[in-house]
């Protein structure tokens, strides 16, 4: 079965420590896995993907295949990084997979 | 303005009546999902289409349908055999080649049964 784990549902942080929303995924085959974001009274939207290796207001996040992870990682937190964060794959039916999410708060 | 458009925003309903939420997009995408938002759940996908006339389950189906009989539409009827309809409901849609990973959501409609 495709899935996909966030185990921290709230994650609470000070402004300029780092932080990290740890995501874990089960797939048969190469993943491709992403980080949305929904911002307060914004839509969700996409963050980054890791196909791209890229690095978005701050954030990266890298994946481990032998753990079988994708966190995201940014090592000096702002307070307009509160948000909802998700983390999705694509399945084997082209279609988007999304875990629980985790609601980052970071504190002035 | 392109985007995508869900209506309405806020929807009440008896138990044993059916209702249908609207999405529409005018991005000229192919693919367009339905997502279920609960509290601790994240999102569940309900059913997706990739291509007019033609629509896949996801995984939690059971008691909802849909039509995608125009590109730019995919409306989503809770039906009353959906023991548990109160939830958020999501639309997004994407060019075809989902492994891009961009949705486009919309602002989601609310439905609360009573």
């Known amino acids: 079965a495709q899935r996909v784990t966030q185990p921290e549902k709230l994650l609470s942080v000070f402004k300029g420590a780092p932080v990290e929303l740890k995501c874990n995924y089960s797939?048969?085959?190469?993943?491709?896995l992403f980080w949305y974001v929904q911002y307060s009274r914004q839509r969700l939207q996409l963050l980054l993907r890791?196909?791209s290796r890229e690095s978005i207001k701050g954030f990266t996040a890298d994946l481990n295949k032998g753990e079988t992870s994708f966190h995201l990682k940014k090592p000096f937190a702002q307070e307009e990084d509160s948000a909802m964060y998700y983390c999705?794959?694509?399945?084997?039916?082209?279609?988007?997979?999304f875990g629980a999410g985790t609601r980052l708060t970071v504190k002035p | 303005d392109g985007g995508i458009t869900q209506s309405p925003k806020y929807l009440f309903r008896k138990e044993g009546q059916n209702v249908t939420l609207s999405c529409e997009q005018n991005?000229?995408?192919?693919?367009m999902y339905w997502y279920r938002q609960d509290p601790g759940q994240g999102l569940r996908l309900i059913y997706y289409?990739?291509?007019?006339?033609?629509?896949q389950k996801g995984d939690i189906a059971e008691g909802y349908s849909v039509s995608r009989e125009k590109k730019e539409s995919f409306p989503l009827t809770v039906t009353s055999a959906q023991k548990n309809p109160t939830a958020f409901y999501l639309c997004?849609?994407?060019?075809?080649?989902?492994?891009?990973?961009?949705?486009?959501f919309g602002e989601g409609s609310r439905l609360t049964v009573l």
């Open positions: 997004a849609s994407s060019v075809i080649r989902v492994n891009t990973g961009e949705l486009f």
């Open positions: 797939y048969s085959g190469s993943p491709e």
């Open positions: 890791h196909i």
């Open positions: 999705a794959l694509i399945s084997n039916n082209n279609d988007m997979r």
């Open positions: 991005l000229n995408h192919d693919a």
């Open positions: 289409s990739q291509i007019v006339n033609d629509f």
